[in-house]
């Protein structure tokens, strides 16, 4: 009979032999190594992450240590906001890229790590819902491995690498399942590790796997309320802990956006056949943005769960009281109060106010994958403990083979990604040597061929040394806005070496005279190119007009609207765009300041070409001359509002909904 330390030896043994024959055999080496197959031709969130994770590199340490002006140059930006793995991002900064000599790509390593500790972790978590000893014990293990290989959920997350860290919810379900179970209370020095390590490669596997921590606290314990609040400030410490690690690297915990509600999960998409190699079936979108939501179990897991709730796996709901509380809860939370089953809206509930309190989980739909998870294992666990190995054993075999075929068509997909990268990506334009910065138009912009573009474009110029501008964010800046970033990349002079690459409906806005007189643009595409001192490929734009001298109101340019011999601000951003035919000379403006209140001074930002922003306090409705030297040839000043009012609020007929101040005139 086999002793249960050999059992366990086997067990992971086991796992691991299918995590690297899953990394050699579908991986492949050159993905792992971070420069063949996948890398070469990345799609839009993929060039985001990696972008971030080379640009990061190449920079100086700086403190924050995971800041890096390469990104939103000169500001700076966290390559945690971008998504690139910010273990990944320092590990290749301190090691690999001194080592190198450039920076390295180990975004592939870990895409290896994935699916390595996947079956693993997968082992881990089911003997946290306790298997017993012996070849039912390592049959069970095997079967759980497998599943995690085979989890419709995880090939479904490959366009977005670090969302592929799905044995990190499995160790925190391992660590709570034991917690539960068992007498004993969360290990504390593991469940930090593995919730450091989450948030130290995206924020989404941090508060699952938090989450799935909870469930040892929504049980009665042994010592009694005063126990309960040992227990629960316990648990604030392990919580906390990476939190302050993540801010302190970062400087920056993100916050809340906005979309919850519309990325969420279809009551019936852990049932329902989606990708199906079995039933086939397309992904079940109600919202437009419910594919976030995909969670098909698979036909296997189905026929393991449907068999056990058969046999009365679901009368020891007592003993897992926590984990099935937790289970209702995430679900709740994917699903979100507008309901959708399949496809159709059943349950039409306001969102407020739990869109105020779940803004920071935008993509609900992913919260219901560790309860996936405990779908899978824990009647798996229960089944190998209740039959014998003469039935279980085909039982597996036969829950394996149908979660293969079901999942037969996501792992070719898998596969093909992996080996030739995204399919059907649209040409890049040439980018030329020597760039040192490169900017885009638009900064936000929509999905599809404009978005695909603008970021592969941005990772190329990286590869190329170039700093960024700007770049897609999942938390951007405070100071950014989508005004402000087109009308730099419309209206600012180029730098030397500067490259700006516009797309529409940014193109049909572009005047090339603003950019300099000696900036050329150049259309390869659907894209127009434009640099200064560098040598561009394509078809030559026209000039077009040339820019106005500086008068009213010829100089005005965006976020204005004028009335009755005033312009107004509309928006946080408002430019004047002309040109100084002669030597440098100074510009004097006249200027009433609009106040959140009456009496209180307007707080603004003047910013010639692109120089470091003055501080303005214009008082309160009333005229204030303002003067500025400015240089020869194209220039652009720029009005940056903090928090623009609605002048009703005010008593003042305005033109327009959110406003700043007023220009009264210029000389």
Not at 262 to 278: A, E, H, I, K, R
Not at 438 to 462: H, N
Not at 482 to 500: H, I, Y
């Amino acid at each position: 009979m086999m002793g249960s330390g050999a059992a366990r030896r086997l067990s992971y043994g086991l796992a691991a032999l299918m995590g690297l024959g899953a990394v050699l055999g579908l991986l492949g080496l050159e993905v792992v190594a971070g420069t063949g197959g996948l890398w070469r031709h990345t799609g839009t969130d993929g060039s985001q992450n990696l972008s971030g994770h080379l640009a990061f590199q190449a920079d100086a340490w700086r403190w924050p240590l995971l800041v890096t002006r390469q990104l939103f140059w000169p500001q700076g930006l966290s390559v945690a906001m971008t998504d690139s793995n910010p273990l990944a991002s320092l590990l290749a900064k301190a090691v690999a890229a001194p080592l190198a000599g450039h920076p390295v790509n180990l975004l592939g390593a870990w895409l290896g790590a994935c699916w390595l500790l996947q079956p693993v972790a997968a082992v881990f978590a089911l003997r946290g819902f306790g298997v017993p000893e012996g070849w039912r014990g390592v049959a069970a293990a095997g079967a759980a491995g497998a599943i995690a290989l085979l989890w419709p959920t995880m090939l479904f997350r490959l366009g977005h690498v670090n969302l592929l860290g799905h044995f990190l919810l499995l160790a925190a379900l391992g660590l709570a399942a034991r917690a539960v179970l068992r007498p004993g209370r969360l290990p504390f020095l593991p469940s930090v590790a593995v919730l450091a390590l989450a948030i130290l490669t995206h924020p989404y596997n941090f508060l699952f796997a938090a989450a799935v921590l909870t469930a040892p606290l929504l049980r009665a314990h042994p010592a009694g309320r005063a126990g309960w609040w040992r227990e629960a400030g316990r648990f604030l410490l392990i919580l906390a802990l990476p939190v302050l690690l993540f801010r302190v690297l970062s400087g920056s915990t993100g916050g809340a956006d906005r979309g919850y509600g519309y990325y969420s999960m279809d009551l019936l998409s852990p049932v329902w056949p989606q990708l199906s190699g079995l039933f086939g079936g397309a992904v079940l979108d109600g919202t437009g943005g419910a594919y976030e939501g995909f969670n098909y179990l698979g036909a296997g897991v189905l026929l393991i769960l449907a068999l056990a709730l058969a046999l009365g796996w679901w009368r020891g709901w007592r003993a897992g009281l926590p984990l099935l509380i937790l289970g209702l809860g995430l679900t709740a939370v994917a699903v979100t109060p507008r309901a959708y089953a399949g496809g159709h809206l059943v349950l039409p509930l306001p969102a407020w106010p739990w869109d105020q309190i779940f803004g920071i989980v935008r993509a609900s739909g992913r919260a219901f994958w560790p309860v996936g998870y405990m779908l899978a294992l824990a009647p798996l666990a229960w089944l190998a403990r209740r039959l014998p190995l003469r039935a279980l054993l085909p039982l597996l075999a036969l829950a394996l083979g149908l979660q293969a075929a079901d999942a037969w068509p996501l792992l070719q997909q898998v596969h093909q990604r992996l080996a030739e990268g995204e399919p059907g990506l649209p040409p890049l334009p040439a980018m030329p040597e020597g760039m040192t910065l490169f900017r885009t138009a638009p900064v936000c912009p929509a999905p599809g061929l404009p978005s695909s573009i603008v970021e592969r474009a941005r990772l190329q110029a990286v590869r190329q040394g170039a700093a960024l501008a700007d770049i897609r964010a999942s938390r951007q800046p405070r100071w950014f806005n989508c005004e402000s970033g087109l009308s730099d990349a419309l209206e600012l002079p180029l730098r030397v070496g500067e490259v700006r690459l516009l797309v529409e409906p940014a193109i049909a806005a572009l005047r090339p005279a603003a950019l300099g007189d000696d900036a050329t643009c150049r259309r390869q595409g659907a894209a127009v190119l434009c640099a200064r001192g560098l040598a561009l490929a394509g078809e030559v734009l026209p000039p077009g007009d040339a820019l106005p001298e500086a008068r009213l109101p010829e100089a005005l340019g965006t976020g204005w609207v004028r009335a009755e011999g005033l312009a107004w601000t509309e928006g946080p951003r408002a430019t004047l765009l002309f040109r100084n035919p002669g030597p440098p000379r100074r510009l004097r403006l006249a200027l009433e300041g609009i106040g959140r209140r009456a009496g209180e001074a307007r707080a603004a930002e003047l910013r010639v070409n692109d120089a470091e922003p003055v501080p303005l306090s214009l008082p309160d409705l009333a005229e204030t001359v303002v003067e500025v030297e400015i240089p020869s040839g194209p220039v652009r000043l720029a009005f940056d509002l903090y928090r623009p009012v609605d002048p009703g609020a005010r008593g003042l007929a305005a033109p327009v909904r959110r406003a700043g101040l007023r220009l009264r005139g210029l000389e």
